[in-house]
């Protein structure tokens, strides 16, 4: 028997029950629709997670003062965490494979200029910071370096602020309030838009030490060190630690790699995703019942007509694989609807909610197809063997 | 060509044997035209099973083309049924969801003929057959004869050496039973072996040679052609 013949048989009982086939298939389609929606909401949120925080280049790590995992005991009592200070970003400098760092304390404050006010996020930052985050300046420059206790009142507007506070205006050089202190307008930053809930674009920026004076604080909230991607994050995480170690004495401060911190958030969002992916494989199984069911009720409705086929001269195997076609036919019809379905409610909630992300991996959209496919033929193995086993004579006499 | 030798054939029914068949020994010869009578249950219908490679026999050999047939395995004998031996039955069994045409090729199908020959065959017997403006209906669109014809087009379209008839007017009436008889006799004269199995002895006394069945035994047999 010659495939193109296969298809057109297998079809043509798929078309003379139309009804019931489509149920049939509507089963594996309602599961492989589920296993695909979730899986591209889940991967669309994996990415999207992920381009967040690698916005910055992955190759980041991050001190912060006191240490999150002490075991027990308060480090409190002997009030000793020492901040972070300009000092130690120097220190930071100086060791090998770091390319920048950066110094950072942020808060809020009213930002008055030209009349206008506005409340918004303030970021101190070092003189390295647009480097270290890839964030580029538009127009005018970061401040000069002057990462130290006199570094100058000088502010880099966010897009958004700049807009707000100077409509149609070119604000380089003009003073701004920010916090009721004066700072000359040295830069404006280009749009970045939202990360991970800061909107970049609505926040001035102004020299960490400036903003510590402003905010009235000790020292720095974080330390980012971008290091050459050729080195892992291991080594520069060590040399870090120790000489932070040898400056505080002890180990006071935290360090974060964007890696790990990656590598734990990827893990988690898999795990999802695969949970929610086995849910899925419920319906699935559902739907593989069902094939096996009508592929059984199949069987016996045409017994004579399998006797015809043997008749005809049809060989055992024959009509096992007609049997076999048919089941796999159904399940390959439902799986294709059911990824049409997925794909395309997965798109529609995208329209609907665009700050939902949604992706599907072609590997993952064969990959189910496949298993549509793969059950169709795990179902119809019973009833395809019971159809060829049938002996002729009997099938034929059956009306 | 078709020689059995104390064939029998038997039933388990629950615990009882039932003996469908009690050694049989008949030879019929390529080209024959033979019709088989006997009463209802007498195993005529198992014989041509038998004959047809359908069933297998509880004992005896059954040689066809001089080659013993009963020790075949499930493939080789599905082969020699797609190419020697075409069907007849009562009950037309033609597949509902073809069309005429499509049940015409069904056996060429599963003999995986290519599609260019397949067709130009399928034209022929349409042609043939009379069946030209039937062609692409159902065989719930079609009548009784039509059906008949319809099925003999279907048991001819591998150009078998024979051609067993179970009944084959069985559920027609007269008149169309009588065109039916007509087709299969013209394919008699083509030189292909017909075994007929009836119980209307106007039909059966057409046949060169008559047989007849009783109680799973031949009672009567009138030999060679005349
Ligand atoms: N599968 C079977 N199981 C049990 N007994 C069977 C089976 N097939 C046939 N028989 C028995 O074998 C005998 C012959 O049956 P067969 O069908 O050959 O008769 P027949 O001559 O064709 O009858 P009819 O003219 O009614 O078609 C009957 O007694 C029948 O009951
Ligand atoms: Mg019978």
């Known amino acids: 028997m010659l495939l193109p013949d296969l298809v057109k048989l297998t079809s043509s009982s798929f078309l003379s029950y139309r009804m019931r086939s489509f149920l049939t298939g509507l089963g594996i389609a309602i599961g492989i629709t589920a296993v695909i929606l979730l899986t591209s909401i889940g991967e669309g949120l994996h990415q999207f997670v992920l381009a967040e925080f690698s916005q910055f280049g992955t190759n980041i790590i991050t001190v912060q003062p006191g240490k999150t995992q002490t075991q027990g005991g308060n480090v409190g009592i002997l009030g000793s965490v020492r901040a972070l200070s300009l000092d130690d970003a120097d220190a930071l400098r100086r060791l090998p494979y770091i390319e920048h760092v950066n110094v950072s304390v942020a808060g809020n404050a009213e930002v008055k200029a030209n009349g206008r006010m506005r409340r918004t996020m303030v970021l ?115 040399a870090i630690k120790e000489s932070l170690i040898a400056r505080h004495g002890r180990e006071d401060f935290t360090v974060i790699s964007q890696e790990q911190a990656l590598d734990v958030l990827s893990s988690v969002l898999d795990v999802l995703t695969f949970a929610v992916g086995a849910l899925g494989g419920i319906s699935l199984l559902v739907g593989a019942v069902g094939i096996l069911t009508i592929m059984t009720m199949a069987v016996t409705e045409r017994t004579a007509e ?40 997965a798109q529609g909630l995208h329209l609907l909610f665009p700050a939902l992300p949604v992706h599907t991996p072609w590997l993952f959209a064969v990959l189910a197809e496949l298993t549509a496919i793969g059950i169709g033929l795990a179902s119809g193995v019973a009833p395809a063997i019971r159809a060829a086993r049938l002996d002729p004579v009997e099938a034929l006499r059956t009306e | 060509m078709i020689a059995l ?78 190419e020697k031996i075409g069907f007849v039955f009562q009950s037309f069994h033609l597949v509902p969801r073809l069309t005429a045409a499509m049940n015409i090729e069904l056996p ?5 003929i290519p599609p260019e020959e397949r067709k130009e065959r399928v034209a022929k017997l349409i042609e043939n057959y009379g069946l030209k403006d039937r062609a692409d209906h159902r065989p719930d669109q079609l009548s009784g004869g039509q059906r008949q014809r319809v099925a003999i087009a279907r048991a001819t379209s591998m150009n078998p050496a024979v051609l067993l008839a179970d009944e084959p007017t069985g559920n027609l009436d007269q008149t169309t039973g009588r065109e039916v008889m007509a087709l299969l006799e013209q394919l008699v004269e083509q030189k292909v072996t017909l075994i007929l199995v009836t119980h209307d002895p106007m039909l059966g006394g057409r046949a060169h040679r008559q047989i007849q069945m009783v109680d799973g035994a031949i009672i009567s047999d009138n030999g060679k052609k005349t």
């Open chain 1, 124 to 238: 101190g930052e070092g003189r390295e910071f647009a480097g270290a985050f890839t964030m580029k300046v538009q127009s005018g420059t970061f401040w000069p370096d002057e990462d130290n206790e006199q570094a100058r009142a000088l502010v880099v507007l966010g897009a958004k602020v700049s807009q707000e506070l100077y409509p149609g205006q070119n604000p380089l050089g003009s003073y701004l309030r920010v916090g009721g202190q004066r700072f000359r307008v040295i830069g404006v930053m280009e749009p970045k838009g939202q990360i991970l809930g800061m909107d970049l674009d609505d926040t001035v920026f102004i020299p960490a030490a400036r903003a510590m004076e402003l905010f009235n604080r000790p020292g720095l909230m974080e330390l980012q060190a971008s290091y050459r991607t050729s080195v892992s994050a291991d080594v520069v995480i060590r």
């Open chain 2, 108 to 112: 060429m199908i599963l003999a995986g």
């Open chain 1, 306 to 345: 399998i006797g015809l086929l043997r008749a005809l001269g049809a060989q055992q195997r024959q009509v096992m694989t007609l049997f076999l076609g048919e089941a796999m036919l159904l399940s390959a019809l439902g799986g294709l609807a059911g990824l049409g379905l997925g794909v395309g409610i």
């Open chain 2, 5 to 82: 030798s104390q064939v029998s054939r038997s039933f388990t029914v629950g615990d009882q044997e039932v003996s469908a068949l009690r050694g049989i020994d008949l030879d019929i010869a390529a080209g024959d035209y033979v019709s088989i009578m006997g009463p209802s249950g007498s195993g005529k219908s198992t014989l041509l099973n038998l004959i047809g490679l359908l069933d297998r026999p509880s004992s005896g050999t059954y040689k066809l083309d001089g080659g013993d047939v009963t020790a075949l395995d499930d493939v080789q004998q599905a082969r020699v049924r797609s």
